[in-house]
């Protein structure tokens, strides 16, 4: 049915979000635990390592692995606080069937009764409409090895083509760019080189709140005497010591890293040594940005002419860089042509393959590098391959132990997906750690699909509010709860250790597929006894990929601290800085420069939605927040989204902080508190998108995707501002009470 | 005077601060105040800018939160760090929450008893870092020994501050880029710099 079985407040009331606010026994419990695991936080791609305080089989709280080189003890809020998603009110304890007729919507039911209802009605959908009429959606909260068998599962025992993951709205522009120009989808460098650049250059990144830890390696660099430079649309908080900001219009960014390149061309800072020797086509991006003049881009991008100049001149002029980005460019409808931009000027200046140059994506999801190279992306395989590729396909097949036929092609994306469901072309959909309805742009759009799906089962540890539409709900683990590798931002793979087993009658994700594949009656292909047998399948269908584990063990990835990939034969010692000596992964080992010519967003601003809409995160809470939502002190960090709006257009507005504004665009439209700051630009508005229903800011954003790599356009949204009714007290972060006009007077 | 504790000194870095609150919820993980973060973290004034300030008790060298106790409950060990009140003489009178010059201490109705950041004794007297400065991922928060810092890190340390005629001196640094200059001022943009103007919105953008 895919429609809420009861009301929205009864399924609330049941399954949450409630707050979990203190640790198991309440914090005046003696502080008292019987072993400490070392493992490594599930937010974001940051991957820190962190000790999970362990009392029986509940976390009780966390310590500080200061010996892992990455973060050395370092930790965000929301690792700091992780351990109270377990031991939570909330988690889902057994197998659980829609219900109407129940109170809060769900009756429980056996674990053989739930999978067996889920193996008919997939089996109901393929014979009506077709195999690929049943869909997949991952999510790469999961480790490695889950990634991979849900790749397999979803290939060979569903045997759909249409499989994605929530991936494809963190990085994918990124691993498109990077394949094309460099020949290999991951960040070029170990963190360890930042500290050694002469200039950092943060490009569409909220490095304090995405990716805190990062800000500890800029520093080291600026210790140095590096300069910093800043693009972003908003003075975020480490964009506020910058020594150039670029305070950019939303979705001008190619414009600027063209103006960029433009004046290093003008003023002779091109590399000619390095681009002749290990690039191709530069003459075709060099064209494509001749008429990039200063006061072109000053007028496209909104920036003053001279600080564009003084950031070309940085970065054309230092021996070493690092530029890094993140979604603040990919999230575009030109994502891919965004990061090319950037690609290009490290090109065109010789920083790639030496200590302190690169140009980076900073990965956001926990498992978003390792999760797409295992193949559970619409168009890869394992080991990063195409699945479009007839020898992958085959070295696929070979080690699957399948006839090359039976893999099928490439499939549609994730926002395709839902597309396709609400055009009655998908039927069916098995969802794993994803919450579409509150992640995907368009989120009415999202609900009208979920309502027209036939079945629709779900694997998760909360009932999201996605999985509130679920006919079946099985209940999987905790990222604590299992274990298994991920790859982080770096490209190092990493030990995830399992601290406790998961609570009730949940099991382990895998677990759970392997049975729903042995009822599909495909179990030939998952005879898997352990996590630790799964990742020795999916290091040897790395073998010869571009992302390739071949040679790695656990036992070696716990002993060194994790292991850059590629590692392609047992005693590599990993490769945490690609492309040395200028040798590209492309076959001849060049790069290549690709032509970006700026073009305007989807949607641009007209008379009636005349302000751009950004939308980000905050560093309290973690994408949909399944997680994040439901942990007390985090949520008291940051309740609710806020309207940030520059004094400017407030008093064009006649809104003052705490003043509810209705925010409208061509989607929908929401009401939520202002919070006027000199901190973003007069034209745009932003709006954090952690939240569900009538919080959610993708109610307002638009489903145009980037032609490559299918991301959706988050970050660029026309929209209308005007004043409601109501204020509420915003004292810094915290939103202290609601209240009318009248009881304000 | 030495500033060290054990063989290290803790430093605040306030221009470093990124707002994230690490050091506010892993200061109630400490185990000596479970639940009660003793740490504070204010916005300068979020209307102007992202500036945040964290603060942890400077453990002066004559505090005078102790001074002005009534119950002289507030006592410095060893080493020289301010300990919460005791909790048999503290009467809840908050003088020291007035008069502190940082406005570290604080009051908690449930146990009636003023407490404050003690450099988690139980953390340093035993060779590991703070809570704080342990997870602060910019390192605006740091513990450890002069040596390191002047080999790794920007900038001077002082060790005493001023309010009006009174000079207060402090076990734990602030950093300075000028010493002569003193604390940095961040509420006030440096004339000339993009802070004055971040969008360029005085500038004649063409």
Known sequence: ?745 | MSHLISDRVFVIDQSRCIGCEACVQACEECGTHRGQSLIHLEYIDRAMSTQTAPMVCMHCEDPTCAEVCPADAIKQNENGVVQSALKPRCIGCSNCVLACPFGVPKYFSRPDQMMKCDMCYDRSSVGLKPMCASVCPSQALWFGTLDEFGATREGALIFELRFGNQAVPTKVGTVVHDISAGPINVTVPVPGLWQEDPFGLEAAVP
């Open chain 1, 1 to 745: 049915m895919a429609r809420l079985p009861v009301s929205e407040e009864a399924l609330i009331q049941r399954y949450g979000p409630h707050l979990n606010e203190a640790p198991p026994g309440g914090w005046d419990a003696a502080v008292d635990f019987d072993r400490q695991v070392r493992t490594h936080c599930c937010f974001c791609g940051q991957q820190c390592g962190i000790k999970l305080k362990v009392k029986g089989t509940e976390v009780v709280g966390f310590e500080p692995w200061y010996d892992f080189p990455f973060n050395e003890g370092k930790l965000c809020p929301k690792g700091v606080k992780r351990y109270l998603q377990g031991a939570h009110p909330d988690r889902l304890l057994e197998p659980l069937g829609r219900d109407p007729g129940a109170a809060a919507g769900f009756s429980s039911m056996s674990w053989d009764q739930a999978l067996d209802r889920v193996v008919s009605e997939i089996g109901r959908i393929q014979d009506s409409y077709g195999k690929d009429a049943f869909a997949m959606l991952s999510g790469v909260s999961l480790t490695n090895e889950k990634s991979y068998l849900v790749g397999k599962f979803a290939r060979l025992a569903l045997q759909t083509a249409n499989l994605d993951y929530n991936g494809r709205l963190c990085m994918v522009s990124a691993g498109v760019a990077n394949k094309r120009a460099l020949g290999m989808d991951r960040a070029p460098n170990p963190w360890s080189d930042i500290p050694l650049a002469d200039v950092v250059f943060v490009a569409g990144a909220n490095v304090a709140e995405c990716a805190p830890i990062t800000t500890s390696y800029i520093w080291r660099a600026r210790d140095r005497g590096a300069k910093l430079i800043v693009a972003d649309p908003r003075v975020t908080p480490l964009a506020r010591t910058a020594d150039v900001f670029l305070g950019l219009r939303p979705g001008t960014d190619s414009a600027l890293m063209g103006t960029i390149l433009h004046v290093i061309i003008e003023n002779g800072w091109v590399d000619r040594g390095f681009v002749d020797a290990h690039t191709i086509d530069f003459g075709a991006a060099a064209e494509a940005v001749q008429h990039c003049s200063p006061s072109w881009g000053a007028t496209v991008t909104g920036v003053p002419a001279d600080r564009i100049v003084e950031a070309a001149r940085l970065w054309g002029t230092s021996e070493t860089g690092m530029l890094l980005h993140a979604r603040g460019i990919e999230h575009h409808s030109k994502g891919v042509e965004n990061v090319w931009s950037c690609i290009n000027l490290g090109l065109a200046t010789g920083k790639y393959g030496r200590p302190g140059c690169g140009v980076a994506t900073i990965t956001g999801q926990g498992n978003g590098q390792g999760g797409r190279e295992q193949g559970h992306k619409c168009d890869q395989l394992p080991g990063n391959r195409d699945i479009t590729n007839p020898e992958h396909r085959a070295y696929v097949a070979s080690v699957w132990g399948c006839d090359v036929d039976e893999i099928p092609g490439k499939g549609l994306s994730a926002e395709e997906i839902v597309e396709a469901i609400h055009d009655g072309k998908i039927r069916g959909l098995l969802s794993i750690c994803f919450n579409p309805l509150v992640s995907l742009p368009d989120s009415r759009f999202t609900a009208e699909a979920l309502g027209k799906l036939e079945f629709f089962a779900v694997i998760d540890f909360f009932l999201s509010e996605t999985a509130q539409h679920a006919d079946i709900v099985l209940p999987g683990s905790l990222h604590e709860e299992d274990e298994g590798t991920s790859t982080s931002v770096e490209g190092r793979a990493i030990k995830i250790n399992q601290a406790i087993p998961p609570p009730g009658s949940a099991r382990l994700d895998w677990e759970i597929l392997i049975d729903l594949a042995d009822r599909l009656g495909r179990g030939q292909y998952f005879q898997f006894g352990s996590t630790h047998e799964i990742f020795d399948e999916m290091r040897v269908a790395s073998r010869g990929g571009t992302a390739d584990y071949y040679g790695m063990t656990w036992e070696r990835i716990e002993a060194e601290d994790g292991i850059f990939w590629p590692c392609p034969e047992a005693g590599h010692p990993g490769t945490p800085r690609l492309y040395e000596g200028g040798r590209f992964a492309h076959p001849d080992g060049k790069a290549r420069f690709n032509p970006v010519r700026h073009r305007p967003p989807a949607e641009v601003t007209d008379d009636e939605y005349p302000l751009w809409l950004t939308t980000g995160r905050v560093v309290s809470q973690y994408l949909s927040g399944t997680q994040t939502r439901r942990i007390g002190p985090l949520v008291e960090q940051y309740p609710e989204p806020l309207c940030e709006m520059h004094p400017r257009l407030a008093g064009t507005l006649g809104v003052a902080t705490g003043d509810i504004v209705r925010v409208s665009s061509r989607r929908g439209t929401m009401e939520l508190p202002a919070r006027v700051v000199e901190t973003i630009r007069p034209d745009t508005v932003f709006i954090p998108y952690h939240w569900p229903g009538a919080k959610a800011a993708n109610q307002l954003t638009n489903r145009a995707l980037d032609p490559l790599s299918r991301i959706p356009e988050y970050k660029v949204s026309a929209v209308r501002v005007e004043r409601a009714q109501g204020h509420v007290q915003v004292r810094d972060r915290r939103v202290t009470a609601l209240q009318t006009e009248a009881e304000l007077r």
